[in-house]
Nanobody, 123 residues
């Protein structure tokens, strides 16, 4: 499975962005997908994840209530809708896929990683 994140850009505080994670390869539906971000000088941070079925999601406390993850397996895509963006949300966002795992926030369980997309939130 190969992943590519897109949709980043420059947005003012309080604005919204929708990031997309598009996969190529087989059996994408059997993978749970997570979103992570890394700001300059900081460690990679878990943002949220969606289960293989798409029926369950889990979010980090730092973004809970402001982001929604969804998936469309027919399009081999997962989305991260971000609202009420804050300057501290500025980071490179990437998606990752964990095969045959229902849902996880454990970095070590993600086998496939995509290149990230930069989100910059101005104050």
């Amino acid at each position: 499975v190969q992943l590519q994140a897109s949709g980043g850009g420059l947005v003012q505080a309080g604005g919204s962005l929708r990031l997309s994670c598009t996969a190529s390869g087989r059996d994408f539906g059997s993978h749970s997908v997570g979103w992570f971000r890394q700001a300059p000088g900081l460690e990679r941070e878990f943002v949220g994840a969606i289960s293989r079925s798409g029926g369950s999601t889990y979010y980090a406390d730092s973004v809970k209530g402001r982001v929604t993850i969804s998936r469309d397996d027919a399009l081999n895509s997962v989305y991260l809708q971000m609202n009420s963006l804050k300057p501290e949300d500025t980071a490179v966002y990437c998606c990752a896929a964990a095969p045959n795992i229902w849902m996880t926030k454990n970095v070590a369980e993600y086998e496939y990683w995509g290149q990230g997309t930069l989100v910059t939130v101005s104050s």
